[in-house]
């Protein structure tokens, strides 16, 4: 995923920055930057790699020598950005968030017309430098901003910090989001609608989809309109958000109240108690305890002041036993317990079975799996949720696909998306049973969505259905 910040002020701009920045380290593991801009100076930026270490830490020396009125900056799982491009706009620097489908094509028409030449890293084009190559194709910078909107397929949402202020533009469908802050001496973007909030800014307004404005110390200008259309990505409640976060107007923690308490709605099992996988799945099994009147506890707990980051690291075999290392049972809250195990979701299923293995050996009686989220049924198009080199390592697909005895076609795929459906069932069964749970029920779509509580027609759920 990844999430950006930016900051104006008529004084130094460094210290906001930074720790907006370092605010938004649970959407990002790999690469983080900051890029600053002062009259007297001129532009200056820093990129470092965090995979061994925070933010905070690989950046305070450059809090404390890197100044500027205006800044941009962020958190990255993948590529090297905030850029700092030379071109016939002048300088400027640039950081973006999102996926890039068609990026081959869009390289291809821009080296034929001789306009450009790429960077390859590890074999790859960085996508934010893409974007700013497509930008330099028009005559100024919003042309160029809402050219890219048109041309790219994906999703896309970006800062670009100038000399005569910050521009922002959120995804022309909205998939992912921008709020402004405003305070007495300037403004900031964020992607995450806390992280200024001790940073002394209040609420101003959230970017519409497509919105294009500019932002310097005294005012936020409009650009280009929003769109009417909309379809902001619903696992940013589920998993992806920080729980004081709210997009579009609805609490992140709130909604996961709301998931748990549904999920309890539909349920017929009695545990002795329920429980979350950290951290996510804390706030809806707290829901879903509220709602049942089943007892929430914390039968383990995880450890982070080493491996603060879920994701970390990248290699996925590592990365599932970090995770099972992080998790540390107590005993006492396990022993000859029924239990019932609410996590957001289950993509490979790894993760969740060793869980489950150990409460197993910790002497759990019963384990119920109740995931915050239907079956994870399509690899999602529009933002770097996983960089799976292919569907069928969802867990889903791979039983389907033995249910079935061939790879799926769309029209099948449906049918094991209805949860009232006999396929559904069956494939929910076999799951429960490659995973070792003593009974597995998920979380329904239409559940789910009326616990977001927003028109369902403005969310995207296409991995759930496949539906764009």
């Known amino acids: 995923m990844g999430g950006f910040f930016g900051a104006t002020s008529k004084d130094?701009?460094?210290?906001?920055?930074f720790f907006g920045i370092d605010y938004h380290s649970h959407l990002g593991t790999r690469r983080a930057g900051m890029a600053v801009y002062s009259e007297e100076t001129g532009f200056d930026r820093a990129i470092h790699n965090i995979e061994n270490a925070p933010f905070r830490t690989k950046f305070t020396s450059e809090s404390q020598t890197?100044?500027?009125?205006?800044?941009?900056?962020?958190?990255?799982?993948?590529?090297?950005?905030?850029?700092?491009?030379?071109?016939?706009?002048?300088?400027?620097?640039?950081?973006?968030?999102?996926?890039i489908n068609n990026a081959d094509e869009i390289v291809e028409n821009i080296i034929q017309k001789g306009t450009h030449f790429f960077e390859m890293q590890n074999g790859e084009i960085n996508p934010t430098e893409l974007v700013a190559a497509i930008i330099n194709q028009k005559?100024?910078?919003?042309?160029?901003?809402?050219?890219?909107?048109?041309?790219i397929e994906g999703s896309l949402s970006m800062l670009i910090l100038t000399p005569r202020g910050i521009y922002a533009a959120r995804d022309k469908l909205g998939?992912?989001?921008?709020?402004i802050g405003k305070k007495a001496d300037g403004y900031c973007l964020s992607f995450e609608s806390f992280a200024y909030l001790n940073l002394g800014y209040q609420d101003y307004r959230e970017?519409?989809?497509?919105?294009?404005?500019?932002?310097?110390?005294d005012s936020v200008r409009t650009l280009a309109e929003p769109g009417k259309k909309m379809?902001?990505?619903t696992f940013l409640w589920i998993y992806y958000g920080y729980p004081s976060s709210s997009y579009e107007g609805v609490c992140v923690e709130n909604m996961r109240y709301n998931c748990g308490r549904a999920l309890a709605r539909r349920d017929t099992v009695k545990p002795d108690i329920v429980a979350g996988v950290p951290d996510s799945g804390i706030a809806h099994a707290i829901g879903y305890a509220n709602e049942s009147g089943i007892p929430f506890s914390r039968p383990f707990v995880k450890y982070t002041p080493t491996w603060p980051r879920s994701f970390m690291p990248t290699h996925q075999s590592k990365r599932d036993l970090i995770a099972k290392m992080k998790l540390i049972p107590v005993h006492d809250l396990i022993d000859g317990k029924s239990l019932l195990l609410i996590d957001d979701s289950i993509v490979r299923g790894t993760q969740l079975r060793e869980t489950t293995e150990f409460l197993y050996a910790s002497g759990a009686k019963e384990v119920h799996i109740r995931p915050a989220c239907p079956p994870l049924l399509f690899g999602c198009k529009y933002l770097n949720f996983s960089r799976s080199t292919s569907e069928m390592e969802l867990i889903t697909r791979r039983v389907i696909r033995e249910l079935e005895g061939c790879d799926p076609d769309y029209e099948t795929l449906c049918e094991y998306a209805d949860p009232d459906g006999e396929k559904y069932q069956k494939m929910v069964d076999k799951?429960?049973?490659?995973?070792?749970?003593?009974?597995?029920?998920?979380h329904r779509l239409d559940d789910m969505i009326e616990s977001v509580g927003i028109d369902a027609d403005k969310l995207c759920t296409y991995c759930w259905n496949g539906k764009e």
């Open 207 to 217: 970017l519409g989809p497509g919105e294009v404005v500019v932002v310097d110390t």
């Open 431 to 442: 799951i429960c049973e490659e995973l070792h749970f003593t009974s597995l029920r998920y």
């Open 139 to 151: 005559e100024n910078f919003i042309e160029g901003i809402r050219y890219a909107q048109e041309i």
């Open 175 to 179: 998939r992912t989001p921008i709020v």
């Open 12 to 17: 130094d701009c460094v210290f906001d920055l």
């Open 231 to 233: 379809k902001i990505c």
């Open 66 to 99: 890197m100044h500027g009125t205006m800044g941009i900056g962020c958190i990255s799982d993948y590529e090297a950005q905030p850029i700092l491009m030379r071109s016939h706009h002048g300088t400027f620097a640039i950081t973006t968030i999102g996926k």
